[in-house]
C-alpha cells in the first residue's frame, strides 16, 4: 500500500526559508516524486521532480536556483527546500509519486503522470 504525507509548510516572510518533507511508504527505487503547487483557481503546477533510484532532478524555471528537491531513499522520504521565497509562491504545495517513471524528463511536470498524491500543504509567503 502506498501513502504519501507532506510536512513543512507555513508562513514566511519574503527572502525567507522553508522546507516541505513528503513520507512515502510502499515504493520501489523505480518510482519518481515531484512536488506541484496549486494557486487558487488554477492548474495544478509541476516544479521540482526527482526519481528515487538515480536521483536525477529536474525544475521549473520559476524555481530553479531557489528551490532544491531531494531525496533519502533509505528513508523513502523526498524533500523541497525553498530559498528566496517571494509573495508569488504562496499556494498549496503537493507531493506526488508515479510508481514508474521512463522518460521522465520529457514528463515530469505532468500531474496526469503521477498516481498518487498527498494532502497538500499551504506556504504563505509575506512581502
Known amino acids: 500500500q502506498v501513502h504519501l504525507v507532506e510536512s513543512g509548510g507555513g508562513s514566511v516572510q519574503a527572502g525567507g526559508s522553508l522546507r516541505l518533507s513528503c513520507a512515502a511508504s510502499g515504493y520501489t527505487s523505480a518510482a519518481c516524486f515531484g512536488w506541484f503547487r496549486q494557486f487558487p483557481g488554477k492548474e495544478r503546477e509541476g516544479i521540482a521532480a526527482?526519481?528515487?533510484?538515480?536521483?536525477?532532478?529536474y525544475y521549473a524555471d520559476s524555481v530553479k536556483g531557489r528551490f532544491t528537491i531531494s531525496r533519502d531513499s533509505a528513508k523513502s522520504a523526498v524533500y523541497l527546500q525553498m530559498n528566496s521565497l517571494k509573495p508569488e509562491d504562496t499556494a498549496m504545495y503537493y507531493c506526488?509519486?508515479?510508481?514508474?517513471?521512463?522518460?521522465?524528463?520529457?514528463?515530469?511536470?505532468?500531474?496526469?503522470?503521477?498516481?498518487?498524491w498527498g494532502q497538500g500543504t499551504q506556504v504563505t509567503v509575506s512581502s
Open positions: 506526488a509519486a508515479a510508481r514508474l517513471c521512463i522518460g521522465w524528463s520529457a514528463r515530469w511536470s505532468a500531474p496526469s503522470n503521477y498516481g498518487d
Open positions: 526527482t526519481t528515487l533510484g538515480s536521483g536525477n532532478t
